[in-house]
């Protein structure tokens, strides 16, 4: 226990680890802000604005309709239903799925990188070296190490993604004059529990990883590589075989829950559907998960510790 303890106290006591998860937090609410204000109600004036729009398009096309691809001018009536304020207000449940998607990717990132900074930077001071001579159980020392990452993670991510989503809850009530109903609540919980297992789950695996690598750019580089060329690569060489076992696929369908995908073999053909569960993408990442703390934890015991 006080083992633990002076680790909770360490990684407080990393500047840049605080750094990070402060900046997670600032951007979290940025998206939250610019996602609210992306879907705020329509005015007047900008209603007005599009039907201005919407007669200005009509009359430019009667006068020229081949340019709009149509040959009968009374035709160009249709495109007035196609224009609009520039802008178009999602319902409470969509504008909901699209923040928790969002701020899931800013504070998993952010949260990966404070985990493996904080180990990294035991690593790079020495301070690890220093903590096994007067522990010298490796295990316990590693465990320790990856549980003071999850439990200050838990509650950051914990914080950042309440106020968000309750920001979210807030203005539904305030925009649509009455509370959100009690299955959109229970929905929009669900969606903040998930997200928030994803985050910690990052900041864990991070810190897990940089305990065998033993340097934050080598894990750092890993997670972004697999994630920017190593998907992209595994999609254009053979989407349709590998697509349902892309890690970021299974986080969705976590998250979500639930994915479709669909695979078309050729043209006007009926395309394959497959559905990626959230049972099978919570065992398959569980699983996935334990392997690799596991393979992380053995060894960070064999090796040594510079």
């Not at 750092?220 to 590589?225: A, D, E, Q």
């Amino acid at each position: 226990m006080n083992l633990l303890r002076s680790e909770l106290v360490r990684f407080t006591s990393r500047r840049a680890v605080v750094l990070l998860l402060v900046v997670g937090f600032v951007l979290a609410l940025v998206a939250t802000g610019a996602t609210l204000w992306n879907n705020r109600p329509i005015t007047d004036d900008e209603r007005a604005e599009g039907a201005a729009m919407a007669a200005q398009q009509v009359e430019d096309c009667r006068a020229t309709p081949r340019a709009y691809g149509y040959r009968d001018p009374d035709r160009c009536e249709e495109l007035s239903q196609f224009v609009s304020a520039n802008r178009y207000p999602s319902p409470f449940n969509n504008v909901a799925d699209e923040l928790s998607l969002g701020i899931m990717g800013i504070l998993a990132f952010t949260a990966l990188l404070a985990g493996t900074t904080y180990v990294g930077a035991e690593f790079a001071s020495g301070a690890l070296s220093n903590t096994l001579l007067f522990r010298p159980n490796r295990w316990q020392v590693w465990v320790a190490k990856v549980v003071a990452v999850a439990v200050w993670t838990t509650a950051f991510a914990a914080v950042a993604i309440g106020v968000c989503l309750l920001a979210v809850a807030l203005v539904a009530e305030t925009r649509s004059g009455g509370d959100p109903s009690q299955a959109q609540v229970l929905k929009l919980a669900g969606r903040g529990l998930r997200v928030l297992v994803v985050v910690v789950a990052g900041a864990v695996l991070g810190a897990a990883l940089t305990t065998a690598l033993r340097a934050t750019i080598a894990t750092t580089g890993i997670v972004i590589g697999y994630l920017l060329v190593g998907e992209t690569l595994l999609r254009a060489v053979a989407a349709t075989t590998v697509e349902p076992w892309l890690l970021s696929v299974r986080v969705l369908a976590f998250v979500q829950p639930g994915v479709r995908l669909e695979t078309y073999s050729g043209n006007f053909t009926e395309p394959t559907v497959r559905i990626i569960t959230f049972w099978s993408s919570a065992t398959y990442l569980g699983i996935l998960s334990l392997a690799l703390l596991l393979a992380c934890a053995a060894v960070f015991h064999r090796r040594d510790v510079p």
